[in-house]
């Protein structure tokens, strides 16, 4: 790697491993690039491992306002580097503003970006083992020259440690997280209004929402899916850890005529187990393990359950053990739920 891609990869290393809230890794991320990949604003987002929605966003000097037409770029519009290509191309890295051919045809750049005064845009995905896990937005002022092809190496370079942080940071238990909230709707129109928020969404929606628009990307882009399928499916599920710990289940049903109800409830261990298996990088059969301690049962009921050895399962608690930071049993439940 060149010296630059090197310093960013042991920069965005370090940030890995302090394990930090969302909040100070985007803040401690972009003070990290500012020498090696200049910006005026960044966004660092992560997505749910099974159904590929949005679940976090952490964000300084970005675009404000209404995040409709962004959306709609990003799932409808055809437009250059969008996350879910960059996720399938050799290189995970896009940029716009350089005046690459299909620039003066991308919406994005000369109505959504040039729109609030930004004129240049870095684009990286974070994924891994066919998973798009998050994605990384850099952005620079009018008059500020483009991204070049050493920044856009520099940016690959931290590909893999920043991956590592968002899974981490997907997942991170909070000290104690308050009682869940009663289940809550909002009913979405066919302009991506709310026509209606119910007081326990509101409730849910302040636990992890924070800017001025009533709707987050969260659920518009819930909202675009369920649009686009035609109809609710099992997997069309973002399981977010709220600013207070909670885990809350967003899920998009459509009504007809464009109209689209998002419901907000607490997630149950079923919901959560198929994205926390991603999250943790644990295997089918530690997963089955996880599956049987969830039931209650004791060491020698699940190797009996599931024709192993009891030291057999003691091993595989052990790496359950390491993958999800806890200790014991009580401490491995507790992370799952």
Known sequence: ???SA???HRHVTVLAQADLPVHELGAELSAALSGLIPHEGYCLIGFDPVSGLRTFTTERNTLA???APIVRNETVEHDLHRFTDLARRPSPVGTLGSGAPGEERS???HEILAGQGFSRELRLALRGRGTL???LVLLRERGRPAFTDQEAVAATAIAEPLTRAV???????PAQPPPPLP?????????DTAEGISSQAAAWLSDF???EHPLPYVVLLAVAAARSQHGARADQLARIRTRSGRWLCLAACPLGGERVAVVLQPATSDQLLPALAAWHGLTPRQLDVVHLLLQACSIKQIARRLDLSPHTVEDHLKTLYRKTGTNSQQGLIATLR
């Open 6 to 8: 090197t310093q960013a």
């Open 1 to 3: 790697m060149a010296p």
């Open 209 to 211: 929402h924070t800017a």
């Open 133 to 135: 896990w998050g994605a």
């Open 107 to 109: 919406p994005r750049l």
């Open 167 to 173: 899974r981490q940071v997907s997942v991170r238990p």
């Open 65 to 67: 306002g209404d995040p």
């Open 183 to 191: 289940p809550g709707v909002v009913v979405v129109g066919p302009d």
